[in-house]
């Protein structure tokens, strides 16, 4: 599914799950994925106010930043037809009240502001960037071996899983959205599983989207049919925080944040169930921290020349994988796929780390869109990136070797 529509359709679904009555008599509390799906109807002044606050708002653990810190130096300035309170970099940003934007060819800074009263030192909410981010966690898992295999069953690493239709599932199924397991994403159905997975009560300690995933049956066979399933990819963080014995904010300290550098702790929502970080979702860190997030991945998955993730997954992450119904993009593991080659982390309410391998390029992108999505939003993002490119065609930075 394109994320365009994808998105679009969440943002139905999580009304419907709000929205819903509970059992007769029933008075206990939203849990708190009840709570956090209804941050998408919160009103405009709200979402630019506590964005930045999620991790304050929320449980979460936290991911500590090192000492060193990997340096975002200054370059070319680049010029996007226009400047100061006129320009349509203002305008773009004005128009769809984003927070801030950075950009970076070859490691330097060219491009850099803020709104809505945002700072560098503040961290704003990632929604689905963090999908991308808990993917290259897998990735240095396998590296190090934590996960030994993309072809490994999910069984091998979560037990309750094992008398479920997930049990022969392997880890590459579960990254490519082709488990096979019945999934029902029709956000106009109340009655279908994305608008039931976080209405009931914990079941013997588990995280919600395990405990709802157990019981669900097979539709296809594995590997062979693409069917977006949003539960997934917090599947996936369980994954991980099983294989490593961390969770997602202790293992992304130890792997990325501290060893690359860089310059502030991230913070992970949990679950309330379980205590495990939700893989879909909930990492918040700096628009710089993010445009760092983007350099490892242009440097190739590397921290001082070393290789961290493990070369299998990164041919496959930032390859299309999957069709989406959309020619000019693709999907990889858990990263969105251009034809030319480049690759996006893109969450909701306009949040976004764009890889242009071609052009040395990093956008980061953090805002409060007025809706989750939408085709007009969307398109004037990628008219953005486009603009970008073809002002660093026009004035590139040249590296600094």
Not at 20 to 30: E, I, M, V, Y
Not at 139 to 158: F, K, N, V
Request: proline share 5%; with cysteine; charged share 20%.
């Amino acid at each position: 599914m394109h994320p365009t529509s994808c998105t679009r359709l969440l943002a139905a679904a999580l009304c419907l799950i709000v929205t819903l009555p509970s059992a007769a008599g029933d008075q206990r509390a939203p849990t708190i994925g009840q709570q956090r799906e209804a941050v998408l109807f919160w009103p405009q002044a709200q979402r630019e106010a506590q964005f930045r606050q999620m991790y304050e708002l929320f449980p979460g653990d936290r991911g500590e930043h090192g000492a060193h810190v990997h340096e975002l130096p200054k370059g070319k300035p680049l010029e996007l037809g226009g400047q100061g309170a006129a320009g349509p970099l203002s305008s773009y940003m004005d128009r769809h009240h984003l927070a801030g934007v950075l950009v970076l060819q070859h490691g330097r800074v060219r491009l850099q502001r803020y709104a809505l009263g945002f700072g560098p030192k503040q961290r704003w909410e990632s929604f689905s960037v963090a999908k991308s981010v808990t993917s290259v966690l897998l990735g240095i898992a396998l590296q190090r071996g934590d996960i030994h295999s993309l072809e490994d069953t999910l069984g091998t690493y979560i037990p309750e899983l094992r008398d479920s239709a997930y049990a022969r599932v392997t880890v590459q199924q579960l990254l490519t959205m082709t488990s096979g397991v019945h999934w029902n994403e029709d956000y106009a159905d109340a009655k279908s599983d994305v608008a039931q997975m976080y209405l009931h009560a914990c079941v013997d300690g588990q995280a919600h989207v395990l405990s709802y995933l157990r019981k669900q049956p097979r539709q296809w066979p594995a590997g062979e049919h693409f069917n977006y399933n949003t539960a997934e990819t917090d599947l996936l963080g369980i994954l991980v925080q099983r294989a490593t014995h961390r969770s997602l904010a202790a293992y992304l300290s130890q792997t990325i944040w501290q060893p690359y550098g860089m310059a502030a702790d991230a913070y992970w929502l949990k679950d309330e169930c379980d205590g495990t970080d939700t893989g879909g979702s909930g990492l918040s860190a700096t628009l710089g921290d993010y445009a760092r997030l983007g350099q490892f991945m242009l440097d190739g998955g590397r921290i001082a020349s070393k290789p961290v993730v493990a070369k299998t997954w990164l041919a496959g992450a930032i390859r299309r994988q999957e069709n989406v119904d959309d020619p000019e993009h693709g999907y990889g593991y858990l990263w969105w796929t251009d034809k030319d080659g480049s690759y996006a982390a893109i969450g909701i309410f306009g949040q976004m780390v764009y890889v242009d391998p071609s052009r040395q390029l990093v956008i980061a992108q953090v805002g409060a869109w007025p809706h989750a999505t939408s085709d007009e939003l969307v398109a004037a993002r990628w008219a953005f990136v486009a603009a970008v490119k073809r002002a660093v065609d026009a004035d590139p930075q040249k590296p600094t070797h």
